[in-house]
């Protein structure tokens, strides 16, 4: 898997720089929010564990395209609770630990 860098960028808001294994490169905002917390049953401290483990998922995703010869199409601003509502076994099925 390719690279992951991920930092606090405000309340609820994280940076990341997504790198995939054949170094293509993306910038992304992580936004979350209290009753997406509360609805996964994560804490405030894990929840830069989730942050984590979603990009980790949305970046096999995104080497599978490549690798298929697909463009990436991860948004610029990725939206838990967009993320949520689309794929509502996602974060709940995710280990923070």
């Not at 049953?41 to 998922?57: G, I, Q, S, Y």
């Amino acid at each position: 898997m390719g690279e992951i860098d991920v930092s606090a960028d405000g309340v609820h808001q994280y940076a990341a720089v997504l790198t995939t294994s054949a170094g293509t490169r993306t910038e992304h905002v992580v936004v979350s929010d209290p009753a997406l917390l509360e609805k996964a049953a994560v804490t405030a401290t894990e929840e830069p564990f989730l942050v984590r483990r979603v990009l980790e998922v949305l970046l096999r995703a995104e080497e599978t395209a490549e690798a298929e010869g697909r463009q990436p199409t991860l948004p610029a601003v990725i939206d838990l609770r967009a993320l949520d509502a689309e794929r509502p076994d996602l974060l709940s099925g995710l280990p923070l630990h």
